[in-house]
């Protein structure tokens, strides 16, 4: 016998079907106008390979760096239509939602000389980052500074 929480997903799907619309209704999706009303425009931006989206707006919060000032016309791809980094894109996730959130998070799994070297290419110091994570990059960048005194 197969247990309950397995099968009741199937169950939930099948029901999509029988549940009269009306009873559920959605909040209508939003105008396109809308949109269009802030002259707001998505940007792509390729990092070696991997593709992410944002809005220029986002970007443009922070425009004393890398992504939100001209220079990242510089890695502008006019065949693709996007914007093109030769970077890593693990720790580029990190550097973007900076943008969207307003704080930089440090991902415990990096090599801090290599998420260090990311953030000075695009321009971000790292003093922006959270309080959550602060602890544990300044804990590391001390660890690192020891590692080399002892070499
Ligand atoms: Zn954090």
Do not use: Q
């Amino acid at each position: 016998m197969a247990s309950v929480a397995a099968w009741l997903p199937f169950a939930r799907a099948a029901a999509i079907g029988w549940v009269p619309i009306a009873t559920h209704p959605l909040p209508p999706p939003p105008m396109p106008k809308d949109r269009r009303k802030t002259d707001d425009e998505k940007l792509l931006i390729n990092v070696s390979g991997r593709r992410f989206e944002t809005w220029r707006n986002t970007l443009e919060k922070y425009p004393d760096t890398l992504l939100g000032s001209n220079e990242r016309e510089f890695f502008y791809d006019e065949d693709c239509k996007e914007y093109f980094f030769d970077r890593d894109p693990d720790i580029f996730r990190h550097i973007l939602n900076y943008y969207r959130t307003g704080k930089l998070h440090y991902p415990k799994h990096e090599c801090l000389t290599s998420y260090d070297e990311e953030l000075a290419f695009f321009g971000i110091l790292p003093d922006v980052i959270g309080d959550c994570c602060y602890e544990d990059y300044r804990d590391r960048k001390r660890e690192n500074a020891e590692r080399l005194m002892d070499d």
